[in-house]
């Protein structure tokens, strides 16, 4: 009996072939994100996504290499346009995932950006020229297409081996 279920288990293996060990990414482990879309806080509502990618290869603890390329998501997390009254935009955004096939790597990074205030010159308007208060503006921000963002892995994760290329990578 024990070696007809030894020869079964073995012809099952070699049937679907034998998987190799997963490739562990730590809690922690540093990427460089490159935000692939424009975002500014005239546009961008709260909830919007945007398309990011991995700017350098990361070499993990086990020597395996994850190439540059793999793309995911960010999350606009706030925006805010500029008002009247010298009242600046804001925007802040978070990385959410990365993504290699099939599987999800979960990142933490945030990023926040304010506009410049004109409070001095909103002030003196007021007092001079209160007409012409409402109309003027703080200034609107931005995140450039090709900004560069640090973001951590957000909880130890297992993808399975080999890695496939990434998109548009060598194959």
Not at 25 to 51: M, Y
Request: aromatic share 6%.
């Amino acid at each position: 009996m024990f070696c007809k279920a030894a020869i079964a288990a073995v012809l099952v293996m070699t049937a679907t072939g034998a998987q190799a060990d997963p490739i562990k990414i730590p809690e922690g482990t540093e990427f460089s994100v490159r935000v692939e879309d424009q975002l500014s806080s005239s546009t961008a509502e709260k909830g919007d996504r945007f398309t990011i990618s991995l700017e350098d290869d990361v070499r993990l603890p086990d020597g395996t290499i994850l190439h540059a390329g793999y793309r995911g998501v960010g999350e606009v997390v706030e925006a805010r346009n500029n008002g009247m009254l010298g009242k600046n935009g804001k925007l802040n955004v978070r990385l959410v995932y990365l993504k290699v096939g099939e599987d999800r790597i979960r990142l933490r990074a945030n990023k926040g950006a304010k506009g410049e205030t004109r409070v001095g010159a909103t002030v003196a308007t007021v007092i001079l020229f209160w007409p012409a208060a409402p109309f003027i503006k703080g200034k609107d921000v931005s995140i450039k297409k090709g900004a560069i963002m640090t973001a951590y892995v957000d909880q130890d994760t297992d993808l399975p081996s080999p890695l496939p290329p990434p998109p548009g990578g060598p194959e």
